[in-house]
């Protein structure tokens, strides 16, 4: 499709919010903390199927990402939360003052 630079301009700002205003999706009925209830609730209201199950077997406990170079199986050592940045190792300083690896 193709749109005049206005029209294009004017479907793009229908997705902006003003300042001091939030989306919708975080509050209320979708909100993410009782997102599942909320939504379980509303569909006993209104008398509506649930969706159905997922079939898909699920993956063993101890299923393990290949490894992108060699396709090995590797072992996860430490994971981070989204939040927070790995640290590097403390620096060790010797007697003489210098750092050392």
């Not at 209320?28 to 509506?48: D, H």
């Not at 430490?78 to 060790?92: C, D, G, K, N, S």
Request: proline letters at 10%; aromatic letters at 6%; charged letters at 25%.
């Amino acid at each position: 499709m193709t749109l005049a630079a206005d029209e294009f301009i004017r479907r793009f700002l229908l997705h902006a919010l003003p300042r001091g205003f939030h989306r919708i999706r975080h509050y209320g009925l979708l909100a993410s903390g009782t997102r599942r209830t909320s939504l379980e609730r509303a569909r006993q209201l209104l008398a509506v199927a649930a969706p159905a199950a997922d079939d898909a077997p699920l993956e063993p406990a101890n299923a393990r990402p290949p490894c992108p170079c060699c396709g090995g199986r590797m072992v996860i050592i430490e994971t981070f939360e989204r939040r927070y940045q790995p640290r590097a190792p403390p620096l060790v300083i010797s007697a003489s003052g210098r750092s050392g690896s």
